[in-house]
């Protein structure tokens, strides 16, 4: 029994660490690994975690309070958009419809709403904690630019969001967009017509808004996310360097 317990005790001792043992045993270990850091398995349930890690004070969630903010994006955007129809005339109209005739459609226009700024609130958070804790240093600058260009999609996200309401203020909005665009040389009126179609002033919701906010900027975004996570684990967690 004696020996049991001290096998099942080795066993069981790696997969918890304090900061001191994993400068001992972790980088040896990452050098005999080699391309096994590349497997799904070990990423999903790596071999050795720092106890340090595990305190939710660290990161305080806000990676994964982001994602899960994404994901509800995404299960209330795909039930708006079986109502809702992009156009100068149709979008607000489509917006009320939704609030007033549909069913819960209020409710889950509000949940999309409040996920969204949820996420800038946490992303920004997040953002914030990576600087503080020096999250961004060799070998991490990689996942920090990824972050970066996160922050931007989220943004844009959110912007485009706010367009395909198609109230006046949304089309006040795409127009000072549409003119800032315009003004870079040469390439400006091409960006603002791939960007925003062709927006009135009294509505920012167009066709190409609403492909770039239900598919293209989601899935580019989903890609970057997946990314992210992966690179946290490959560069070796968010252990403190």
């Not at 850091?37 to 982001?66: A, D, W």
Request: hydrophobic fraction near 45%.
């Amino acid at each position: 029994m004696k020996d049991s317990k001290e096998t099942e005790t080795s066993v069981q001792r790696p997969i918890l660490m304090s900061d001191h043992d994993q400068k001992e045993k972790l980088s040896p270990v990452h050098k005999l690994e080699g391309n096994s850091r590349n497997n799904f398995i070990n990423h999903v349930r790596p071999r050795f975690i720092s106890e340090r890690v595990l305190s939710v004070f660290y990161t305080f969630c806000l990676g994964g309070l982001s994602f899960l903010a994404f994901l509800m994006l995404g299960i209330t955007g795909i039930l708006l958009m079986f109502h809702y129809q992009p156009g100068a005339s149709s979008g607000y109209s489509s917006v009320l419809t939704i609030g007033s005739v549909i069913p819960y459609g209020y409710v889950i226009r509000n949940l999309h709403y409040w996920s969204a700024q949820i996420m800038i609130v946490t992303v920004n958070l997040h953002m914030v904690r990576v600087v503080w804790t020096h999250s961004y240093k060799p070998p991490r600058q990689l996942n920090w630019l990824v972050g970066v260009g996160l922050l931007v999609l989220v943004l844009v996200l959110d912007f485009t969001g706010y367009l395909l309401v198609g109230s006046q203020e949304s089309g006040a909005a795409a127009t000072v967009a549409a003119n800032l665009l315009k003004q870079i040389p040469g390439l400006g009126t091409a960006l603002a017509q791939i960007a925003l179609g062709e927006p009135s002033a009294l509505s920012g919701s167009t066709l190409v808004v609403y492909v770039w906010h239900c598919a293209v900027l989601p899935l580019a975004m989903l890609w970057l996310q997946l990314y992210h996570f992966w690179r946290i684990r490959r560069d070796g967690g968010v252990r403190p360097l």
